[in-house]
């Protein structure tokens, strides 16, 4: 009996994506941008729809299904009542935004099959294009790979067609949205808002002010609920707009909001300063709290053990963790490409369920994702012959002999790209496409932000553990195979500050060493913990074996392979490219291990220019 495939797809807003399902279990998931080298590419996700099928083995004419992952009819009616209720308010930006609404809305049904019928013209796409609703897409990527038979699921965004929060019930394969909040009250435009205001981009620059909060004191908390939203004790709330601008304007706040805050939104590159940190620290302390009252309050509606996240809210890990640590729930899973890339993975898991009813596959022993490693691999023959083309020099080892290469000169202090099997899923690498290097050193986490990373220094690093050590590192002892919850650094590992040093502000307290493993240690004690396990990754977790051998310490850093506002590498040349235009002092591909004292000085390039600033 063939099986049976469906092809999910998501684009035309951020973080186009594609992914194949086979007879329920995930064969291939990609994000475009990994191909075109465009971060965040929003364009339709041809790229990714080939490596899908290639992956597979198959062509398009022998896909059931394609789903996209929202309806953009009911979209386009949001974005059209929204401006006509609010309107003459927003006119100018409604005039400039129609065109483009018309095309990619009204009349994205026609588009999608123009694509569909370039590359198959015999595709039915009559009968087998369909649309599912965005929370539903999320809903669906959160459940059905979870481990769990039955569970709550939370899915929290800035807004699907008009959705923004949405708790849906999961049993077996069966699946629906139980109750939600609507568009224009979003905590995620909220967060969005707070990016924008504090000088980072919206829908990538959220990352940054997670990770600012703890410079930060708490100090504008009441004024943002006494000001901008109300919330109820079970956690539903709503916005105050008078203060925002994201429904007819072209920016998120406005002049009331500039006034409440005492100063217009931070010029995008110029000094963070404490008020800054402040910021951030209330609008995170504020985010934990309506998240803390949602999962409380339907955790004794249900009466549920299990919950499952996604929305690009559920990558706010320290919420995560503080959802964990709260206890209402016994267990938690969070889809690792919990933004809209992953909406293309839960339309086709919807699509096969939902709509198809057809059954859950058995799990694995952690759970349907495969590791998240669902992107391209490539063999040693090719990677040599993508080397040598890119003019590389280079030694290809046995994998014995390459690991214990790297583990020492991790130990030893290196820089280290590491590139090996699938390409990563999501916006985090999980050690397929990693950059590396030694925890226990006071001044990794700065060199690697400032030397490699080109990016802001205050911005953590996450530690990559040996599953069964975690519990002896941190404050955590379930598994975080996906780098989403935050936990605290074991008290035995912890050096704790003296008073001067408690009193440092903001920044200055960056290169204050807080515990035995400082480059992973945030400034409150804290870490982004990414658990690694032998049955989804040996490679990865053999390395790290090997360096605990050396030097005791079962932890390494685990950063993303890219600089800033590049895409993380997806070929051996795009790791290579990236090896030459920073200060990494080793690269190893596959088996292939490249010193940097021994490229050709002709092919270093000025890497941190190519890209348009995060």
């Not at 559920?314 to 909406?343: M, T, Y």
Request: negative net charge; charged residues 25%; aromatic residues 10%.
């Amino acid at each position: 009996m063939a099986p049976y495939r469906v092809l999910g797809i998501s684009a035309f807003y951020h973080d186009s994506a594609a992914a194949l399902v086979e007879d329920g279990r995930v064969v291939a998931a990609a994000q475009e941008e990994r191909f075109t080298r465009k971060k965040f590419d929003a364009n339709y996700p041809r790229r990714a729809i080939d490596y899908c099928l290639d992956a597979a083995g198959t062509k398009l004419d022998d896909v059931d299904c394609v789903v996209f992952y929202d309806k953009p009819f009911i979209k386009f009616e949001r974005l059209l009542e929204t401006y006509l209720t609010m309107s003459p308010q927003g006119f100018t930006s409604f005039r400039m935004a129609l065109p483009l609404w018309l095309r990619e809305k009204l009349f994205q049904k026609s588009l999608l099959a123009d694509e569909l019928k370039e590359v198959a013209p015999e595709f039915d796409w009559h009968n087998r294009l369909t649309f599912c609703e965005h929370h539903l897409s999320h809903a669906a990527s959160a459940f059905y790979p979870s481990p769990f038979e039955r569970a709550l699921v939370l899915t929290l965004d800035g807004v699907g067609e008009w959705t923004t929060t949405a708790v849906a019930l999961g049993e077996g394969d069966k699946l629906a949205i139980h109750k939600e909040i609507h568009f224009p009250h979003s905590l995620g435009l909220l967060y969005s808002a707070f990016t924008y205001y504090t000088g980072f981009k919206v829908n990538s620059g959220e990352y940054k002010l997670m990770g600012l909060a703890p410079y930060g004191t708490p100090k504008y908390v009441n004024v943002i609920r006494d000001k901008l939203i109300d919330v109820k004790d079970d956690g539903s709330f709503r916005l105050n707009l008078d203060y925002f601008n994201y429904c007819t304007g072209l920016t998120m706040t406005n002049a009331r909001f500039d006034a409440l805050f005492g100063a217009p939104p931070r010029n995008p590159e110029s000094l963070l300063e404490q008020k800054h940190m402040d910021i951030a620290a209330s609008i995170q302390a504020v985010l934990e709290d309506i998240v803390l009252k949602l999962t409380r309050s339907l955790a004794a509606e249900t009466g549920m053990e299990n919950l499952c996240l996604a929305g690009g809210v559920a990558l706010n890990c320290v919420a995560n963790g503080k959802i964990l640590r709260d206890g209402h729930f016994k267990n938690i899973w969070i889809q690792p490409a919990a933004g809209d890339s992953g909406g293309a993975l839960g339309a086709a898991l919807a699509a096969y369920h939902i709509h198809a009813e057809k059954p859950r596959p058995a799990a694995n022993a952690l759970d349907g994702m495969r590791g998240a490693y669902l992107g391209p691999a490539f063999d040693q023959a090719d990677i040599d012959q993508r080397l040598q083309a890119a003019g590389a020099h280079f030694t290809t080892l046995s994998e014995s002999e390459m690991l214990e290469t790297t583990a020492k000169s991790l130990a030893d202090g290196a820089a280290v790209g590491w590139f090996q099997g699938r390409m990563e899923f999501g916006p985090r690498a999980l050690g397929n496409r990693s950059i590396l290097g030694d925890p226990r050193s006071p001044s990794m986490q700065k060199n690697l932000n400032l030397k490699v990373k080109y990016r802001e220094s205050f911005r953590p690093f996450a530690p990559s553990v040996l599953r069964e050590k975690v519990a002896d590192w941190f404050a955590l002892d379930v598994d975080s195979p996906y780098m989403l919850l935050v936990a605290d650094v074991a008290e035995s590992r912890v050096r704790k500050m003296t008073d001067d040093e408690q009193a440092l502000f903001g920044i200055d307290k960056l290169n204050i060493v807080r515990s035995s493993i400082p480059a992973v240690t945030h400034v409150d004690y804290s870490a982004r913990v990414q658990t690694v396990h032998q049955e989804s990754n040996p490679l990865y977790y053999g390395l790290i074996e090997r360096f605990e051998r050396l030097t005791g310490c079962p932890v390494l850093i685990n950063t993303s392979f890219n600089v800033r506002s590049e895409p993380i590498v997806c070929t051996p040349e795009d790791a290579f490219h990236c090896f030459m235009g920073t200060d990494l002092d080793l690269l190893v591909v596959g088996n292939a291990v490249l010193h940097k004292r021994d490229q050709d000085s002709a092919l270093k390039v000025v890497y941190k220019d190519k890209f348009e600033l995060d």
